[in-house]
C-alpha cells in the first residue's frame, strides 16, 4: 500500500478501509509474494500448541520490528503459488480469542486488528493489521514446552524476543536490535520531553510576537537558550528595568509555583478516587512534572539572581528573587495534605536528588538556590548582596504539623525524611548537593568555574552562616549576643549545621583572615552585611576579635570531631590557621581558661 494510501485509511469508513485492504493484499499474493510488510500463512491452527506458538511468534516478530505505518499478517495466502487456499478454521481468528491467546504469552500485549476477507476467487482469508507499537519491548511472558515430545523441545522461552528487522524471516533479537529499540524509546521520550519543555515558551512567543504586531507593544524577550537568557538578564541589569523584570519572576512563578495546579498537586488526598490512579502513575506524573516545568524554571530563577550580582544590578532585583523562592518553599507546606506526601515511603531516601518525589521538593530545591546564590556572593565578594539572603525567616517546611519557631531560610529549615536524596544526611552533604548540581549544570558550571571552585565558595559562604549561628547560639562563649538574639528573636532558631566541616577549612582562610583583620580594625561597614543582625556587627567591631577566635577554634574542634567519628585519623591533626589567625586563637582560648566564670 503506498504512504499516502495507507495515511488515507485513517478517514475511512470500516467498509471502505476492508475494501481498501483486500484490494492491496490481493495484488501482493498474487504479484509480489512475501514481502518485510506482509508476513504470508498458507494456514495456521490456533487448536494446535506448536501451531497456535509459532503464531505468536509471528505476531511478535512483526511488532517489535519498526513499523513506519502498519504492518499486516495474511493467513489463507500461498507464498508459492501465489495464491489464496481455503481455511476451515476461521472460527479461531475471532478477535477477542486472538487477544486471549496474546495476553497468555506475551507483554505487553501488541496493538491489532482483524479482518476476514473474501478474495476475488471466492477463497476467505484472514488479515491481520498491526499499526505503529506503543513499546517495541514485547516479550514472552512464559516459557511453554511441546507436551508430547519424548524428549521436551522448548517452543518459547520467557522473556524471548523474536524480531524480523527488515527482513521477511523471524529470528531471535540480538544486542544491536535491542540497542535499536532503546534508541527509539529514548527519542520518543526526548522529543515528548522537548515539547513539553519549550510548549510555555512557543505559547509566550507567539503572543509576544501578536503584541508587537498588532499594537506596536514592546514585552519581555523569549529566551530560548542559555546565552538568551543570559542576555536577557545583562539588558535588564543594565537599564535597571524593574517593569520587566518583575514581568520575568512571574512567568517563572506561575511555572514554579501555579502550575502544580496542572497536576492537582494543592488536592487533598481526601479527593482522590481510590483504584483510579496508582502511586507509580502519581509518581511518574509527578517526576515528569518536576523535570520538565518546575527544575528548568527553579534553574532560570536561580540564575537571574545570580546574574543580578555578576551583572551589579539591583539589589532590589535579588530582594524580588528571594521572595518568589520564599513563595516557592512555602508550597511544600502547602502540600501537606495532598497526595505528594505519600508518593515516597516515610524515611526511605533516594540516592539522587533527580529521584526526589514528595510534597518537599520545593523547599529543598529552594534551600540548594539560597546555598548556590549566597556561595556566588562569596565567590565574587559582593557582600553587599548578602543581608537580601542572609535575613529572610520562615517557619520550617515538611513537618506534618506547622512549628510554632521560625529559622533563617539560608539556616536549612527542613524536616527531611520524605524522598530527599541520602546525601543529605551525610556530614557534607549539603555542599555536596550543591556542588553536584554545579557540576551538572552548564550555566552554574560556567559561573563557578569548576566543581573545586564551587565547593570552596560554597565553604566560605557556610563558614558564614555558621558565624551567625555561633554568635546566636553559644552561650558559653558568647552570651552577651545570645542574650540580645533571644530578647528580639524570641521565636526563631539559629541553629546550623555546617558541612564544611567534612572539607579542609583551608577553603575559608582566607575570608577568616580578612575578617578578622577587619575585626581588629573596627571595620563595622564590612562586617554588617555578614550579619543576620546588625547589632551583632557592632559586637564583634568593638573589640570582638577573641569571639571571632573561639568561633575559629570551635570550627576546628568540630572537624577534628568529626574526623574522630569517621574513623579518618589522618584529619585529627592541628588546624594549618595562618600565623596571624593561629595567635588570635591561642590568646582567647588562654583568656578563656583564665576567665574566673569558667
Known amino acids: 500500500m503506498a504512504g499516502e494510501e495507507k495515511e488515507s485509511t485513517e478517514s475511512m469508513s470500516l467498509s471502505e478501509r476492508a475494501a481498501q485492504y483486500r484490494r492491496e493484499v490481493e495484488k501482493v499474493v498474487r504479484e509480489i509474494g512475501e514481502h518485510p510488510l506482509y508476513e504470508l500463512k498458507r494456514s495456521c491452527a490456533l487448536s494446535d500448541l506448536a501451531d497456535k506458538i509459532e503464531f505468536v511468534k509471528d505476531v511478535q516478530s512483526i511488532c517489535t520490528s519498526k513499523i513506519?505505518?502498519?504492518?499486516?499478517l495474511v493467513i489463507g495466502a500461498d507464498q508459492k503459488t501465489k495464491a489464496f487456499v481455503s481455511l476451515d478454521n476461521l472460527e479461531e481468528f475471532d478477535e477477542a480469542k486472538i487477544r486471549a491467546q496474546l495476553e497468555k504469552y506475551l507483554h505487553p500485549v501488541p496493538e491489532f486488528q482483524v479482518f476476514l476477507l473474501e478474495s476475488s476467487d471466492g477463497k476467505t482469508f484472514v488479515l491481520l493489521v498491526f499499526p505503529r507499537q506503543k513499546s517495541r519491548r514485547i516479550v514472552a511472558k512464559v516459557s511453554v514446552d511441546h507436551p508430547s515430545e519424548?524428549?521436551?523441545?522448548?517452543?518459547l522461552r520467557k522473556g524471548d524476543m523474536w524480531t524480523k528487522g527488515g527482513s521477511t524471516a523471524k529470528r531471535l533479537a540480538s544486542a544491536e536490535d535491542w540497542d535499536e529499540i532503546y534508541e527509539d524509546v529514548i527519542e520518543i521520550e526526548t522529543e515528548r520531553r522537548t515539547r513539553q519543555r519549550t510548549a510555555h515558551d512557543i505559547e509566550r512567543a507567539t503572543a509576544q510576537e501578536k503584541l508587537r504586531s498588532l499594537h506596536g507593544l514592546a514585552s519581555l524577550p523569549s529566551f530560548g537558550t542559555d546565552e538568551d537568557y543570559r542576555a536577557l538578564m545583562e539588558s535588564l541589569c543594565i537599564s535597571k528595568d524593574r517593569g520587566r523584570f518583575l514581568l520575568l519572576l512571574e512567568r517563572l512563578r506561575d511555572d514554579l509555583i501555579e502550575d502544580w495546579h496542572s497536576i492537582d498537586?494543592?488536592?487533598s488526598t481526601d479527593d482522590l478516587v481510590p483504584g483510579q490512579t496508582s502511586v507509580q502513575e502519581n509518581v511518574a506524573k509527578v517526576s515528569d512534572h518536576k523535570r520538565n516545568i518546575f527544575l528548568p524554571a527553579m534553574?532560570?530563577?536561580?540564575s537571574a539572581a545570580i546574574y543580578t550580582v555578576k551583572n551589579g544590578g539591583p539589589a532590589e532585583f535579588l530582594t524580588m528573587t528571594v521572595e518568589v523562592l520564599e513563595e516557592v518553599y512555602d508550597t511544600t507546606n502547602r502540600f501537606r495534605s495532598s497526595y505528594l506526601c505519600w508518593l515516597h515511603p516515610r524515611g526511605l531516601m533516594p540516592t539522587s536528588s533527580t529521584e526526589h518525589v514528595s510534597h518537599t521538593v520545593p523547599a529543598f530545591e529552594t534551600l540548594i538556590s539560597m546555598h548556590l546564590i549566597g556561595a556566588y556572593i562569596v565567590k565574587r565578594k559582593r557582600f553587599e548582596y548578602l543581608p537580601n539572603i542572609l535575613r529572610r525567616?520562615?517557619?520550617?517546611?515538611?513537618?506534618?504539623?506547622m512549628p510554632d519557631f521560625s529559622q533563617p531560610l539560608t539556616f536549612w529549615p527542613l524536616r527531611g525524611g520524605w524522598g530527599e536524596p541520602?546525601?543529605?544526611r551525610q556530614p557534607d552533604g549539603k555542599i555536596k548537593l550543591c556542588a553536584d548540581r554545579i557540576q551538572k549544570d552548564p550555566v552554574f558550571l560556567k559561573l563557578f568555574g569548576s566543581e573545586t571552585s564551587a565547593i570552596a565558595a560554597l565553604c566560605q559562604y557556610e563558614f558564614l552562616l555558621e558565624l551567625n549561628s555561633y554568635l546566636a547560639v553559644d552561650e558559653k562563649r558568647t552570651p552577651a549576643s545570645v542574650a540580645y538574639m533571644k530578647k528580639v528573636y524570641p521565636n526563631t532558631r539559629f541553629e546550623f549545621y555546617p558541612s564544611l566541616i567534612a572539607f579542609p577549612l583551608e577553603?575559608?582562610?582566607e575570608l577568616a583572615l580578612k575578617l578578622l583583620r577587619e575585626i581588629k580594625r573596627g571595620n563595622r561597614d564590612f562586617v554588617k552585611p555578614l550579619m543576620f543582625?546588625?547589632?551583632?556587627a557592632a559586637s564583634l567591631a568593638n573589640g570582638g576579635e577573641g569571639i571571632f577566635a573561639l568561633c575559629l577554634d570551635q570550627l576546628a574542634w568540630a572537624k577534628r570531631q568529626l574526623a574522630r567519628q569517621l574513623g579518618k585519623v589522618f584529619w585529627d591533626l592541628d588546624i594549618p590557621w595562618p600565623k596571624e589567625i593561629a595567635e588570635a586563637v591561642q590568646k582567647a582560648t588562654a583568656a578563656q581558661a583564665a576567665s574566673p566564670s569558667r
Open 299 to 302: 534553574q532560570k530563577l536561580t
Open 422 to 424: 541520602a546525601a543529605l
Open 265 to 267: 498537586a494543592f488536592g
Open 150 to 155: 519424548k524428549a521436551p523441545k522448548l517452543l
Open 507 to 509: 577553603h575559608v582562610t
Open 393 to 401: 525567616v520562615v517557619r520550617e517546611a515538611g513537618r506534618e504539623e
Open 533 to 536: 543582625d546588625e547589632s551583632l
Open 68 to 72: 513506519d505505518l502498519e504492518r499486516f
